[in-house]
């Protein structure tokens, strides 16, 4: 399995611009979460997926945020217009539902936004 | 404030030195997860706890999870410099609740 990918890798944009990260899953995994990390906030829970519906967005910052799963292998985040305090690294995780309720989070290697 | 508190924030030790990191919270949670992230890359599983007092180890790491499962901590005996990293603990708050809370990390270099 490729694990979870992540695309870009690296985005350099100026304020103002529009920014969509792309996240592929890995398949089977009923599970999506997007997180963001920055070294003042650590790794904070955005918006997480199951069976490609948002289940909780209360981590999202505000409406310039959005997120979407059209389908079982592919997720969006949209950053519109993007500002220099959304410059983070934006990591895409996934997991398969856990028998036990401990679930086994996936990483991709993450998005790193820079917002001129 | 962080749902999870991590310490040290950062320690810095030369190899084959033993060293202890702390998670601590005043929440109780189902299970507690320990995480090492190098630089360019996503976060790793190391190991999950579950029950209250629980030990695992993995090689030269130990993990444990307070009896309270309120709390855990990592063990390193004899660090190397591939053990560099940032370690991070995670928590479920109720079992079968997809959503994990990340604390803010402890930054790990081991010296050769």
């Known amino acids: 399995d490729a694990g979870v990918i992540q695309s870009p890798r690296h985005e350099v944009t100026e304020m103002g611009q529009e920014v969509t990260l792309r996240c592929k899953p890995i398949s089977g995994h009923d599970y999506l979460f997007w997180y963001r990390q920055t070294m003042m906030r650590g790794l904070e829970l955005l918006i997480y997926?199951?069976?490609?519906?948002?289940?909780?967005d209360s981590g999202m910052p505000e409406d310039r945020f959005s997120a979407k799963m059209p389908n079982a292998s592919f997720s969006t985040l949209k950053i519109q217009p993007s500002e220099p305090r959304d410059s983070a690294v934006y990591f895409c995780?996934?997991?398969?539902?856990?028998?036990?309720?401990?679930?086994?989070?996936?990483f991709g290697a993450g998005s790193r936004l820079t917002v001129l | 404030t962080q749902l999870l508190e991590q310490s040290p924030q950062f320690l810095s030790i030369q190899e084959g030195e033993n060293l202890t990191v702390y998670c601590n919270s005043s929440s109780v949670f189902s299970s507690l997860q320990w995480y090492r992230q190098e630089p360019g890359e996503g976060p790793v599983l190391l190991v999950t706890v579950v029950t209250g007092g629980e030990v695992k180890k993995l090689k030269r790491l130990t993990f444990q999870f307070g009896d309270a499962r309120k709390d855990s901590s990592l063990h390193i005996t004899a660090a190397q410099p591939g053990d560099t990293g940032l370690y991070l603990c995670?928590?479920?708050?109720?079992?079968?609740?997809?959503?994990?809370?990340f604390g803010a990390g402890t930054r790990l270099a081991v010296h050769p």
């Open positions: 995670a928590g479920s708050l109720s079992g079968g609740y997809n959503k994990l809370i």
């Open positions: 997926f199951n069976n490609n519906v948002p289940i909780d």
């Open positions: 995780a996934s997991t398969p539902t856990g028998s036990s309720g401990a679930n086994v989070l996936t």
